[in-house]
């Protein structure tokens, strides 16, 4: 089964999404921070990472950065709420594996989901 | 003995009546003399004080006071002219105004500092009468015929010359000292009109210079609280998205996900499918609000201004039928291509016109007209509304300004922005009663009419 960390601070995205994806069939984690987070990648390393930008603390695109010193290749989706900041962050998005936009439509979750991961 | 004693003592009378008479028609004399000189002066002080009344009115013209002055020194003095010079700065004299022969020979007369009498006078700050001037080495024939002249300095409060005034006669020795003072005391008089004349120059200019200065720190204060309007919506659509679109996410997803629930065409299942159509909607206003606060980069390229203009009026060509509006198109033949955000473009003109258009009341027209004008490419859209009110003219640009139900008071905020950013302008004619004209004006110039200066948005540069 593969495994998936969520991270977002917005608790009821994570219930969402983590129920949406365990029904598709995925073994998910759930971190509320970037500190968190990367906490929990030191024990487990998963297949895909699904990562919030806007965080309060340690912003999303700090997280990345870590999470890529260790692990290169680890597949990462970042989730924004604002359309269209691709345009801006054409350094980061060589290291990522797409991008979800809010409010996501979960028929599309699925869809990058499976695309990075099957 | 009497007879001789009385012929003796009658011509002694004679003799004293002789003394007398000569005596009393001397002091005749005299006094018609002590008279004339008193009627003269009292003649003078009255001009004086004439002049002085004059200097002192600060709503007659400078000029016509020096004028007066010329006249009155010329008729007091039965001079035969009077002139006033003005030293420059470049130290040369030139003549401001003259009375008298000769005038047109005198006007365009300049004197360096120091030469000839007047250009001495200049340079010593020390009145003079000159009985003849044949006599003068210094002397410069000007007028024929003039003998005699006395010239004094203008001389500042500060004891700076500033000019000279001179009165000439054709009469030789024609002045004495007591005219030398008339005439110090006439030009204290014009130096004093002068150096108030131009400290009011220096003021009115001073003053001009304020009134600009003030229009222009309106203007930038307008500019500043536009652009502090603009900051504030770039936080505001970082919190939009972050705050609205977050909660919109959990109540799509969930209304998805509870829709699975529903036996398909199920009641439930429909409530679900309107909410999360219900949520898209309120996506989109976010959107039009980050869009707005983005104010993405211009990509000009090379663009056909018809073929965009009839892009967009195809997509309003229903909406006019509909509401059985004209939509006309004048276009200017041969108009150049523009280098320009063809996307960016689309968007302001799509915004102007379907502002007209539902401005516009039915079985009305609405124009767009393209040509080109100063290096500016012009496009105008005229609708055939009610105008547009004084105090909606004033901020109908400002973000949030909305006069419709159901608008979010970006459209023409946007239009402004985008058209700012290539360099343009959006000017606004109305008329009430006779519809309103929103004119887009671009530079065709290729280096102006890129902004790329600060193309990012506030709320990207920090937030996200």
Redesign the interface.
């Known amino acids: 089964m593969k495994h998936i960390l969520l991270v977002d601070d917005?608790d009821?995205?994570l219930v969402?999404?983590e129920?949406?994806l365990t029904e598709a069939g995925y073994r998910v984690t759930t971190a509320g921070s970037g500190p968190e987070a990367l906490r929990l990648l030191e024990q487990d390393v998963p297949d895909l990472v699904i990562l919030d930008?806007?965080m309060p603390g340690m912003h999303g695109v700090e997280v990345l950065e870590k999470i890529r010193e260790k692990h290169e290749d680890l597949p990462i989706i970042m989730c924004?709420?604002?359309?269209?900041?691709r345009?801006?962050f054409t350094v980061v998005e060589s290291k990522v594996s797409g991008y979800l936009t809010?409010?996501?439509?979960?028929?599309e979750l699925r869809a990058k989901v499976k695309e990075a991961i099957g | 003995m009497s007879v001789n004693r009385t012929k003796k003592s009658r011509n002694r009378c004679e003799k004293i009546r002789d003394e007398l008479r000569q005596s009393l028609h001397e002091s005749a004399k005299e006094f018609q003399q002590l008279n004339d000189k008193l009627s003269r002066r009292s003649e003078r002080l009255a001009a004086l004080h004439r002049i002085s009344l004059a200097a002192n009115d600060s709503s007659l013209d400078p000029e016509r006071v020096l004028n007066l002055v010329l006249s009155e020194a010329v008729e007091l003095l039965k001079a035969d002219s009077a002139v006033i010079f003005h030293l420059g700065e470049n130290d040369v004299l030139h003549c401001e105004v003259a009375l008298g022969e000769c005038v047109e020979q005198i006007k365009p007369m300049t004197l360096p500092l120091g030469q000839g009498i007047v250009g001495h006078v200049a340079a010593t700050a020390e009145a003079e009468i000159v009985p003849d001037v044949e006599k003068d080495p210094r002397y410069r024939l000007v007028v024929k015929g003039v003998r005699s002249e006395i010239t004094a300095p203008l001389l500042t409060q500060g004891r700076k010359v500033i000019g000279v005034m001179n009165v000439e006669s054709k009469l030789p020795d024609a002045f004495t000292g007591e005219d030398l003072e008339l005439l110090v005391m006439l030009a204290s008089h014009v130096a004093r009109v002068w150096d108030n004349a131009t400290l009011y120059k220096a003021l009115r200019n001073r003053n001009r210079e304020l009134s600009e200065s003030y229009a222009e720190l309106r203007k930038t204060q307008a500019k500043l609280i536009r652009q502090g309007r603009l900051a504030v919506l770039g936080q505001m659509a970082a919190i939009v998205a972050h705050e609205i679109r977050n909660p919109l996410t959990s109540i799509r997803g969930f209304a998805q996900r509870i829709s699975r629930r529903f036996p398909k065409g199920d009641r439930g299942c429909q409530y679900c499918h309107i909410i999360v159509e219900e949520v898209d909607k309120l996506d989109q206003v976010t959107k039009s609000i980050t869009d707005f606060a983005r104010r993405p980069t211009p990509v000009p390229r090379l663009t056909h201004i018809d073929q965009l203009l009839d892009r967009v009026l195809l997509i309003f060509k229903e909406e006019a039928n509909n509401k059985g509006l004209d939509l006309i198109r004048e276009y200017d033949t041969n108009l150049p291509e523009a280098l320009i955000d063809a996307d960016q473009m689309q968007q302001v003109f799509s915004n102007i016109i379907r502002n007209a258009i539902q401005a516009s009341p039915s079985e009305g027209k609405v124009t767009v007209r393209a040509s080109v004008h100063d290096e500016n490419l012009l496009v105008a859209v005229n609708d055939s509304g009610p105008g547009i009110p004084q105090d909606v003219r004033q901020k109908m640009f400002e973000p949030f300004f909305t006069t419709k139900t159901h608008g979010t008071g970006l459209g023409l905020a946007l239009a402004q922005k985008l058209v700012e950013g290539h360099g343009g302008r959006v000017d606004v004619e109305s008329l009430p009663g006779n519809g309103a004209t929103f004119t887009v004006v671009l530079p065709l110039d290729n280096n102006r009419n890129t902004n790329t200066t600060s193309a990012k948005s506030t709320a990207e540069q920090g937030d996200e």
């Open positions: 917005e009821n995205i969402l999404f129920d949406e930008i806007r924004t709420a604002l359309q269209g900041m345009d801006d809010k409010p996501v439509d979960l028929d």
